[in-house]
């Protein structure tokens, strides 16, 4: 691979303190392009704009993949990454939907390794300090012409990141108005497109004081998906439920590694669609104790109510919170603090 190293770091210039979400990059970028169909060129340069034809079909037509995973670093300095196996599959999964061609495992994992080398630095130890990363395919090719392309660019960048919503309340909205994905469509894929179709309910749905949306199935909006970037777990009573895993649910890797590790803890978890009426009379009988979502950027991410038809409903502040301890768990995982599930780390080398 050709590397190309920065004379001059921003590093010195970033308040790792003070960190907006997704707005400062480090100092390199993995890049690949794809034509003569395969991916060729591989290089790690210097983070910079790109050069692409106002007519490559990602601006027109959205045909464009992403994942986001994140590199944290142990005690022992070194760089963690965790399962990203699991992203890696989920980015051919997401392309093979949307007509991108695969990305050879070699070049994912090669260009992976050899940015985080590139840019550890802005890798800082201690829980909460991550770099988010984010792998992701555009069709850059010259054409207007409503079909995939037959160029591609793949790329890698890195934001240096924090915890997400650290101490805010946060509450969601039941969604009935808007869906965010259909049977048969693209919602189990990171298709870009899925995120820009939630902008305008997320929107609304801020301006009446949530945070994120509960998105519920596109038929009768009845059954319960999936948050905007989370997946959610419901304990009712001794259960933990998540629903489960279809077309138009993200398979999160998070979530995937909540169950294993509540499974390990003797919890009562299991996957089971949930509606709406479900969850609204479990608040009423008191059954419902908690609701939390599970994510790359959030990890876990405790919910304190729900709003629903002009209503919302607080969740007993009082009830005792295992997603803490989950929190915790995971964390431990990933920052290499702890032998259990030691399969699910990579170490970057
Ligand atoms: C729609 C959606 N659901 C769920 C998740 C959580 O997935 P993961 O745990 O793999 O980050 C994400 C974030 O990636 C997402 O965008």
């Not at 979400?21 to 034509?35: P, Q, T």
């Not at 464009?64 to 022992?76: P, T, V």
């Not at 007509?99 to 130890?125: H, M, R, T, V, Y």
């Not at 555009?138 to 037959?150: G, L, P, T, V, W």
Request: aromatic fraction near 12%; glycine fraction near 6%; charged fraction near 25%.
């Amino acid at each position: 691979m050709n590397i190309t190293l920065s004379k001059k770091s921003k590093i010195k210039n970033v308040d790792f303190n003070n960190l907006p979400f997704g707005k400062i990059f480090s100092d390199h970028m993995f890049v690949c392009d794809y034509f003569n169909g395969k991916w060729n060129d591989e290089r790690i340069i210097p983070y910079s704009d790109i050069k692409i034809s106002p007519s490559a079909r990602v601006f027109h037509y959205g045909q464009a993949i992403f994942e986001g995973m994140k590199a944290f670093k142990s005690n022992d300095d070194n760089i963690l990454l965790f399962r990203p196996d699991e992203n890696f599959k989920r980015f051919n999964l997401s392309s093979k939907r949307l007509a991108i061609p695969e990305i050879p495992k070699n070049i994912f994992f090669s260009g992976l390794n050899e940015l985080l080398k590139a840019d550890q630095k802005w890798i800082k130890k201690g829980i909460g300090n991550s770099l988010y990363i984010r792998p992701f395919v555009i069709a850059s090719e010259e054409s207007i012409n409503a079909s995939e392309a037959d160029f591609y660019k793949f790329m890698i960048i890195c934001t240096p990141a924090k915890s997400y919503y650290e101490n805010q309340e946060i509450w969601v909205k039941i969604e009935e108005r808007y869906s965010r994905a259909a049977k048969g469509g693209v919602g189990f894929a990171k298709a870009s497109g899925n995120y820009a179709a939630q902008f305008y309910p997320t929107k609304v749905a801020k301006n009446e004081g949530f945070q994120q949306i509960i998105w519920t199935d596109s038929n009768y909006h009845d059954k319960i998906e999936e948050a905007g970037t989370m997946n959610l777990f419901f304990r009712i009573n001794k259960e933990l439920i998540t629903s489960p895993i279809n077309d138009s649910i993200l398979d999160g890797i998070t979530r995937k590694s909540i169950i294993d590790i509540s499974k390990s803890m003797g919890l009562d978890v299991i996957e089971r669609e949930i509606t709406v009426s479900e969850l609204l009379s479990s608040h009423e009988s008191g059954e419902l104790k908690e609701i939390f979502g599970t994510g790359t950027a959030v990890a876990v991410l405790p919910i304190n109510g729900f709003g629903y038809r002009d209503k919302k409903f607080l969740i007993n502040p009082k009830s005792n919170k295992i997603s803490i301890d989950l929190k915790n768990k995971l964390q431990n995982i990933q920052y290499g603090i702890t032998e259990s599930f030691s399969e699910w780390q990579y170490k970057v080398s």
